[in-house]
């Protein structure tokens, strides 16, 4: 009966960590666990800054762990992201800085071989504006980052605030490409 129970031990524990998978994995079986075994994501973590068209823009980065994805059906860890934007007098423009974690409008995703790291941007605030983002290293020390937002297709219903505003006066609350410097 002890042999019984140790194999039967042994046999999960084989099972579970079968089904751990690095972050740059993309076709995962359900339940399954993208993990950050080689540590790549507390480079990321931690504020963000830089200057786009008069404004700052400021994103903090942090890391959560077996985080369950609905969608995909499977844990991650992964970063979310949020942001706050100044014009030049000071004036806020967008912030979400305060709002919880499982509100984070920006949310990781899986990092390639490069190291370039993907994230999906989604404002419910803002008529469910939305998009891919990419974020790397510019240097060695990993103190700059290029911040790269790729504005995605919107369907403006009847109920979205800016509705009939033409596209170029519409809210821009994300830079469509930055360098940002580690805080």
């Not at 983002?133 to 510019?138: D, S």
């Amino acid at each position: 009966m002890k042999n019984l129970f140790l194999i039967t031990i042994l046999f999960i524990g084989i099972s579970c960590k079968a089904q751990t998978y690095p972050l740059t994995e993309t076709d995962l079986p359900e339940n399954s666990y993208r993990k950050d075994i080689n540590n790549e994501l507390p480079f990321f973590e931690g504020n963000w800054m830089g200057t786009w068209n008069g404004k700052t823009f400021l994103i903090n980065f942090k890391k959560i762990i077996h985080q369950y994805n609905d969608i995909l059906k499977i844990y991650n860890d992964r970063l979310i992201g949020k942001f706050q934007v100044k014009d030049s007098s000071g004036n806020i423009l967008f912030d979400n800085l305060n709002i919880t974690d499982d509100k984070a409008k920006i949310t990781g995703g899986k990092i390639f071989p490069s190291g370039k790291y993907v994230l999906s941007y989604v404002d419910p605030d803002l008529c469910l504006k939305g998009g891919g983002i990419f974020i790397e290293f510019t240097n060695s020390s990993k103190t700059e980052l290029k911040f790269k937002f790729m504005e995605g297709s919107q369907l403006i219903d009847s109920e979205c605030f800016y509705r009939g505003t033409p596209a170029d006066q519409r809210p821009e609350p994300l830079p469509k490409e930055i360098i940002l410097t580690k805080q």
